[in-house]
């Protein structure tokens, strides 16, 4: 079938369409991972989004429960060089068309992708409308026009758990090489209980749901974490009352500045339990400590970006999905420290509070996908909460 994506500004892309036979709008942002499609797909900092892949064949391995990070894609629609109606991977449960094409997520392939990126790149985010029924470029265009921006929208509560939730699953990726099959090593199956050392107490923690990935779920429980998932709007002095050891502020999607609530709830608990926040749960704190958000031309996303941690001098490769970012210069430095940044751009990427057990990333550390050298700051983290408890 046919597909067209329509941008706001009147250019127009047509190719083969894929996935559902339906039309969707959304802000149309291009990702540069080369692998973890599925991961992205169902990402919830994506709601609101029309994601361009730049990696030019995607849906070759095509999908399996392990890989996602939600319940459900979170895209709007998807927009690639070339699709792959066939998955040759062992380990795939359902090839990639048939799977956006039951969770209604439209796809427009066989453009030229570079192209589209470029725009982007020169003109910024910009709304669209894409489609694999509709082919008339005029109506999708006032689609794209009609559809409202994502500055001043809180996403993080629509998105978010309804009810509070235990979660006890450790990472995977070591259980998955350990699946029979003649060509993957075998190796023992890794467990909670293997990863964390019996003698060590396990931190009881509170992550806030704005949009919240798997992945960080399992991270957190790999490094030693049991973990209760709570509602974006949940009260702090509930939180307060169930006397964690710490807090996690998760990822989420939308403007930081319409969570108001989240900032009013990270004020409360700043200085009374250690508090550490990724992407969204990053901008949340930047502004409860006086801060100022902006937003970005084109956003940062994808899984290669250099970011410098200004203490050691490394430089982690990271995985980035973000729209807006912390103003580092509407910060009061004498009461924080920056202590990450992006070296594509020089924007804020991390900073630590200098008095109290407070730290955030703007990157994603548990990747999924990604590279793993941020790793280290989930460790930190239970280092901060002992050193607290301690």
Known sequence: MQAILALEDGRIFRG????????????VVFNTSITGYQEIFTDPSYAGQIVVLTNPEIGNYGTNPDDEESAKPYIEGLVVREFSPYASNYRSEQVTD???ERHQVPVLSEIDSRSLVRHLRDKGVMRGAVSTREQDPSKLIAMAKAQPTIDGMDLAKVVSTKESYRWDKGD???RLLSVSHPSVPQLSVVTTEDEAPATATRK???????GIKTNILRRLVSTGCDVTVVPAQTPPEDVLALKPDGVFLSNGPGDPDAVDYAQKAIRRLAGRVPVFGICLGHQLVGLA???KTFRLKFGHHGGNHPVKHLQTGKVEITAHNH??????DSLNQSEIELTHIDLNDNTLEGLRHRSYPLFSVQYHPEASPGPHDSHYLFDDFVKMMEEWRG
Request: charged share 30%.
């Open 16 to 27: 083969r369409g894929y996935g559902a036979r339906t039309e969707r709008t959304g802000e």
């Open 98 to 100: 048939e799977y956006l």
């Open 172 to 174: 995977v990726e070591e």
């Open 204 to 210: 009881q923690v509170i992550a806030y749901d704005y």
């Open 289 to 291: 400590l006086g801060g």
């Open 323 to 328: 729209n807006y970012a912390v103003d580092p």
